[in-house]
């Protein structure tokens, strides 16, 4: 069993910067694809982007360019480094993986005012 663990969420303006880690209990993430997912008030949960085993990236589009994902297998964590952050990015940021069963972390709040 995986427990994944995540951190860095706050309140910050509209322009701003914040950088969320997933740290996973074991040796994790340097043998899965990691993702962020983020679930806004009232709405569905969203991928916002994913790392390969490969260290291969891919972002939802309201994203690219905005968001890096990235990870540190020495530290198992993974990253989300989040610039130029917009009120519509406000939302509870989870991370996931997949091997066998879904993992889940409990989420990190991410509030971005105007």
């Known amino acids: 069993q995986v427990q994944l663990v995540e951190s860095g969420g706050g309140l910050v303006q509209a322009g701003g910067s914040l950088r969320l880690s997933c740290t996973a209990s074991?040796?994790?993430?340097?043998?899965?694809?990691m993702d962020w997912y983020r679930q806004a008030p009232v709405k569905q949960r969203e991928l916002v982007a994913t790392?390969?085993?490969?260290?291969?990236?891919n972002y939802a589009d309201p994203v690219k360019g905005r968001f890096t994902i990235s990870r540190e297998n020495a530290k198992n964590t993974v990253f989300l480094q989040m610039n130029s952050l917009k009120p519509e990015d406000t939302g509870v940021y989870y991370c996931?993986?997949?091997?066998?069963?879904?993992?889940w972390g409990r989420g990190t709040q991410v509030t971005v005012s105007s």
């Open positions: 996931h993986s997949f091997k066998g069963s879904h993992y």
């Open positions: 074991r040796i994790f993430v340097d043998f899965n694809a």
């Open positions: 790392i390969t085993r490969s260290s291969s990236t």
